[in-house]
């Protein structure tokens, strides 16, 4: 035998010799293992940087590898709950259900995650829809300010030797589900508000379920709303006359004192409120592409009284029916101009002062609180019109001046229907809740 024949044979011999490889878990008998994958069923391929958000007794998060896996050690021992978010979930908006796990030292645990089939999707959107069909979702936005637009209508078209055409509205948050798509053919999909007709858009279903977002540019005029009350009493006064450029329109106020002038020419207008009972109180006003709030004060008494005090109405709020709501007079109400007043630095300040709104320490001695309504209830959240799911959303780390609005609603009797009501959506894979808890919601609006 020779030399080198005799090197190879010994080290053959050493390595059958050696121990073999213990376990990971018994290499590591101090800690905890948590394994997994994601999975993209609708593609059929694995999900790679998804981000992985455990939350237990303590918070961690990792991304996922190009092949969708992911690797977690040294988590201290207890029950978590594990999620994942991706910017593609959050386009398509499936939710991807989360996972409960119990971690012990010296134990490998795995959790797979995945986003659901289309067949899944299809099914439970679209209730009868072939499985094979196309699905197309997206958003209506206003081109000037990006916002969401409820109950504009959306219109598909498309061609197999005859037209094919399928009409509905957006939801209370600006979104459309087209079910039924043809895979082998471009779609026309285009989108109308208020008159207001946008570019039709060419989709193409192929991949079977496919997000485009349409956009209105809404806002070649303004609009002048307000309300007209007694000075002393504060009570509203009926009957006014509200006159536009000396008299060029005139509307009259209603019976709760406030009134509407619809499609008014942007520029600078002279605006007058007469009532025979007790006289003229006119300002110039500067109408943009926004609303103006106007808030009269009429007396019958021979007194000086300030001019109109005019305030411009948030776009986005307006579009998503905010200042409806808040005349309605159901649940409690903050505004930018109500937080800049303040000169509130966290959200908690700002809901703070809310009556029925109470902060209460986080177990665990975080140093974070939690908010609650009645009977220590915690509420849903809602922002810009998206369910935050109840893993990995922290109210606390929105900042004031980011925010447009908020509505509180502290009870399920106070929250709008399009928030209360059961809804087939997207949101039922995951752990975005499809429905409002009886404790109330808190709606965000951001800038």
Wanted: charged letters at 25%.
């Amino acid at each position: 035998m020779t030399r080198q024949a005799l090197l190879v044979v010994s080290l053959v011999a050493l390595v059958a010799a050696a121990p073999s490889a213990a376990p990971l878990t018994a290499q590591l008998p101090d800690v905890t293992i948590l394994t997994g994958s994601v999975y993209d069923s609708i593609l059929g391929q694995p999900l790679a940087n998804a981000k992985v958000i455990v939350e237990g007794p303590t918070s961690f998060s990792v991304n996922t590898g190009q092949d969708g896996t992911f690797f977690i050690t040294a988590l201290p021992e207890g029950e978590y709950t594990v999620a994942v978010d991706h910017p593609r979930v959050g386009a398509l908006g499936v939710a991807i259900p989360a996972r409960s796990v119990t971690l012990k030292v010296g134990e490998e645990v795995r959790a797979d995650l995945a986003m659901p089939s289309l067949a899944t999707v299809n099914r439970v959107i679209c209730g009868d829809s072939a499985d094979a069909s196309g699905l197309v979702l997206g958003y209506v936005r206003d081109d000037i300010s990006g916002v969401a637009i409820p109950r504009a209508r959306v219109t598909a078209r498309w061609w197999d030797g005859s037209e094919h055409r399928r009409d509905l509205l957006t939801d209370g948050f600006g979104r459309y589900v087209l079910c039924g798509m043809p895979r082998d053919r471009v779609v026309s999909v285009s989108a109308e508000f208020l008159g207001v007709r946008g570019n039709p858009a060419r989709v193409d279903p192929t991949p079977g379920l496919l997000r485009r977002d349409l956009g209105l540019r809404i806002g070649r005029s303004g609009r002048i709303v307000g309300r007209v009350v007694d000075y002393d009493t504060g009570r509203p006064v009926e009957a006014a006359e509200v006159k536009l450029d000396a008299g060029l329109r005139t509307v009259l106020t209603g019976q709760d004192g406030r009134f509407m002038l619809d499609d008014v020419p942007r520029g600078r207008h002279l605006l007058s409120i007469d009532h025979l009972a007790y006289g003229t109180v006119s300002d110039t006003v500067v109408v943009a592409f926004e609303t103006l709030e106007i808030d009269a004060q009429l007396s019958q008494r021979a007194i000086e009284i300030e001019g109109l005090t005019v305030s411009v109405r948030s776009r986005a709020l307006e579009i998503n029916g905010f200042y409806q709501r808040r005349e309605e007079g159901l649940g409690a109400y903050i505004t930018r101009a109500d937080i800049e007043r303040a000169a509130h630095t966290s959200i908690n300040d700002v809901l703070a002062t809310v009556p029925g709104v109470r902060l209460i320490p986080r177990r665990g001695g975080t140093g974070e609180m939690d908010i609650v309504l009645r009977q220590r209830c915690r509420p849903i959240y809602v922002v810009d019109g998206q369910v935050m799911p109840p893993v990995g959303f922290r109210i606390q780390d929105l900042v004031p001046r980011d925010i447009e609005g908020i509505e509180i609603y502290r009870s399920e009797l106070e929250i709008p229907p399009q928030y209360r009501r059961p809804r087939r959506d997207l949101s039922t894979f995951g752990v975005v809740p499809t429905v409002s808890t009886p404790c109330g919601a808190v709606l965000i609006w951001t800038r």
